[in-house]
Nanobody, 126 residues
């Protein structure tokens, strides 16, 4: 089992940047595929990005391609989401998720993930 704790959220103006971190407890972090999701007020949780256990494969939802970058440091048990050129529509609670997986192409649907963090708030002002 793994516990996930997100950090790095905050208030930023449109066009600005933030880097989110998701720290995982326990061993074998390098066995987990990781994902980032977001949930805006009154809306369903949606997929943002994911990364396979080695970091060799990443995938993004169309609305963040070219602006967001997911990465991981297995030595630090941490996955990151670098968010640039932020827009007001990026405002949401961002959550990281994990599942033990050896797949190169990681699924993007939320039911596939086993473990979730509590989330960190990102607010982008216009």
């Amino acid at each position: 089992q793994v516990q996930l704790v997100e950090s790095g959220g905050g208030l930023v103006q449109a066009g600005g940047s933030l880097r989110l971190s998701c720290a995982a407890s326990g061993r074998a972090f390098s066995s987990y595929a990781m994902g980032w999701f977001r949930q805006a007020p009154g809306k369903e949780r949606t997929f943002v990005a994911n990364i396979n256990r080695s970091g060799s494969s990443t995938y993004y939802t169309d609305s963040v391609k070219g602006r967001f970058t997911i990465s991981r440091d297995n030595a630090k048990n941490t996955v990151y989401l670098q968010m640039n050129s932020l827009k007001p529509e990026d405002t949401a609670v961002y959550l990281c998720a994990a599942r033990i997986s050896s797949e190169t192409v990681v699924p993007s649907w939320e039911d596939w993930y086993q473990y979730w963090g509590q989330g960190t708030q990102v607010t982008v002002s216009s």
